[in-house]
């Protein structure tokens, strides 16, 4: 006989573990269904390069779900099953540009802005950060709330109430301004765009695009306040809590088991098809996909779904494509600054300039010249990760293309694509941007290990060429239309069915957001809900 349970989860992420968690604690009986082999999505630990060096494959810094409400959900519970942090109270992150210049971020904010060369860029940027606290209540509402709801409403008028006509007004242009553009507008220096602007890669977007007037503030604010925790162990440890967790609270836990399809009787969903055999849901099943799978793979032709639905669901769009190094290194490098060994993740970039140039360079469809280099050295927080007196790095590349046409410098051989060859001479390219700074490099290299844009599609079907934010962040395709204008809530058009995961709001992270915020509603449903 089919299992029946009250909700199905579909994919193990870090929004599937959090919406299975939260049900599973208010009483519901879930089913956890994962593709993959493991639970965890693009959480992973890995020994990719030697023995005893732990890289975290895909992400591995927290401070969104540390900040975030589904960590105040769930904090205690994880950490009672061995979850831990390691996080720094000095320099949180940094910039080095092309020139060998580096620009830093402490965690007290005060100590940023007095390293700044003008007087009024020092009160500016204090201002920013004061201003966005002073509606952070007002802001994280809107983010963790459906776009278009009451309580988004709601959220609106108390910022209204604080920042008047005028001050609201302010913040709706900066959601419709570039980082870029906001740097200009609000500083005479250059301290912050340098340090931030490189920051929204992580958030899917490029100094260009709308809404990086928002998000920077943002991710300044939310680094300053909570530094940038990583688990200790490694991020494999952050799963093995779940799953602990998980287990605690009985829930039935399928790994290995693609789903199939859904099951839609009488307009409402019924449950999945997996692994040969039905999994049925009582009252709700959500899943963690993209709009392309949902709409298009998953649910069956006759499903009630608007036809304008399914033809945006066609027609949504993937960023760029991304790419992680792991280094295994003999001993930390010597930096030309020194205070960059003490910093957990640096930015290799001349803020908007290079940045924006190397994101056109991508969506060209070309390799970047000189990328932006992200280099994490997790081994600064926790030296467990790496033999003693050993050290790693953690690159990652956001500004590349999937499929790639040609190479901006005019060297590399792009026929056949992501070719072991070209792998090859792409990371020698990041590598020597690196070295340009630790000059020590080539002699403390021990090892490398590339997951490159086609094994990022390949190890999470979400990750469609290689985009590993689950679709374009652009403004067009965020917030109040994400993932798509005719079904930009959480809840589908089918009865019951619920859709969850980074391409829907509020967007990529590690913040477990669209989790939490699917399993609250579900669990304390709105009045209109409860007739679903």
């Given at each position: 006989m089919a299992r029946t349970v009250d909700a199905v989860v579909v994919g193990s992420g870090v929004n599937g573990l959090v919406a299975a968690a939260e049900l599973a604690k208010a009483g519901w009986s879930v089913a956890l269904v994962e593709g993959h082999r493991r639970l965890g999505g693009f959480i992973a630990t890995e020994e990719r390069t030697l023995p005893g060096y732990l890289h975290d494959t895909y992400s591995s810094w927290h401070p969104l779900f540390v900040s975030g409400a589904a960590y105040a959900a769930l904090g205690d519970d994880l950490h009672r099953h061995g979850l831990e942090y390691r996080n720094t109270e000095g320099?949180?992150?940094?910039?080095?540009?092309?020139?060998?210049?580096?620009?830093?971020?402490?965690?007290?904010?005060?100590?940023?802005?007095?390293?700044?060369?003008?007087?009024?860029?020092?009160?500016?940027?204090?201002?920013?950060?004061?201003?966005?606290?002073?509606n952070a209540d007002a802001i994280g509402g809107l983010l963790g709330s459906e776009p278009r709801s009451s309580r988004a409403l709601r959220h609106a008028a108390r910022m209204l109430r604080r920042e008047r006509l005028t001050g609201t007004e302010a913040w709706l242009r900066a959601t419709l301004t570039s980082?870029?553009?906001?740097?200009?507008?609000?500083?005479?220096?250059?301290?912050?765009?340098?340090?931030?602007?490189?920051?929204?890669?992580?958030?899917?977007?490029?100094p260009d695009h709308a809404s990086g007037g928002l998000m920077l503030?943002?991710?300044?604010?939310?680094?300053?306040?909570?530094?940038?925790?990583v688990v200790a162990g490694g991020a494999a440890n952050f799963v093995a809590a779940f799953e602990a967790l998980l287990g605690e609270l009985r829930v039935d836990i399928r790994t290995g088991t693609p789903v199939e399809r859904?099951?839609?009787?009488?307009?409402?969903?019924?449950?999945?098809?997996?692994?040969?055999?039905?999994?049925?849901?009582?009252?709700?099943?959500?899943?963690?996909?993209?709009?392309?799978?949902?709409?298009?793979d998953l649910l069956p032709a006759t499903a009630p779904v608007p036809a304008a639905v399914r033809e945006q669901a066609r027609r949504y769009r993937y960023g760029r494509a991304a790419m992680q190094i792991h280094v295994a290194l003999s001993a930390p490098l010597h930096w030309s600054d020194d205070r960059l060994a003490a910093v957990p993740l640096l930015h290799l970039s001349d803020g908007s300039a290079g940045t924006a140039i190397a994101c056109a360079e991508a969506e060209a469809g070309l390799l970047p010249?000189?990328?932006?280099?992200?280099?994490?050295?997790?081994?600064?927080?926790?030296?467990?990760?790496?033999?003693?007196?050993?050290?790693?790095?953690?690159?990652?590349?956001?500004?590349?293309?999937?499929?790639?046409?040609?190479?901006?410098?005019?060297?590399l051989d792009v026929t056949g694509g992501w070719t072991k060859e070209l792998?090859?001479?792409?990371?020698?390219?990041?590598?020597?941007?690196?070295?340009?700074?630790?000059?020590d490099l080539p002699d403390k290299l021990?090892?490398?290990?590339?997951?490159?844009?086609?094994?990022?599609?390949?190890?999470?079907?979400?990750?469609?060429?290689?985009?590993?934010?689950?679709?374009?962040?652009?403004?067009?395709?965020?917030?109040?239309?994400?993932?798509l204008p005719g079904a930009s809530r959480h809840a589908t058009p089918v009865?019951?069915?619920?859709?969850?995961?980074?391409?829907?709001?509020?967007?990529?992270?590690?913040?477990?957001?669209?989790?939490?915020?699917?399993?609250q509603q579900l669990v304390h449903p709105p009045r209109r809900l409860r007739r679903r």
């Open positions: 320099i949180v992150t940094g910039t080095v540009t092309d020139d060998g210049r580096a620009v830093l971020a402490h965690r007290d904010a005060t100590t940023t802005a007095q390293a700044f060369a003008h007087a009024e860029d020092r009160t500016a940027y204090l201002a920013m950060l004061q201003r966005f606290l002073d980082a870029r553009s906001y740097c200009r507008s609000e500083f005479r220096g250059d301290e912050v765009d340098l340090l931030w602007t490189p920051w929204l890669l992580h958030a899917g977007l490029s503030p943002i991710l300044a604010a939310t680094m300053h306040g909570f530094g940038l925790p859904l099951i839609v009787t009488d307009g409402r969903v019924g449950g999945v098809v997996c692994g040969g055999e039905s999994i049925l849901a009582r009252r709700a099943v959500l899943a963690s996909v993209t709009p392309t799978a949902l709409y298009g010249r000189r990328p932006t280099v992200v280099v994490g050295q997790q081994h600064v927080l926790d030296p467990s990760r790496v033999p003693e007196g050993a050290a790693a790095l953690w690159l990652q590349l956001q500004e590349l293309p999937y499929e790639p046409g040609g190479d901006a410098a005019g060297e792998t090859e001479g792409y990371v020698r390219r990041v590598l020597s941007r690196v070295a340009r700074h630790a000059r021990l090892s490398w290990d590339a997951v490159t844009p086609p094994d990022l599609a390949s190890d999470n079907p979400n990750a469609v060429a290689g985009d590993p934010y689950g679709g374009s962040a652009e403004l067009d395709q965020n917030l109040l239309w994400r993932p009865a019951g069915l619920w859709q969850i995961g980074a391409s829907t709001h509020p967007g990529p992270g590690l913040g477990g957001g669209s989790g939490h915020l699917v399993a």
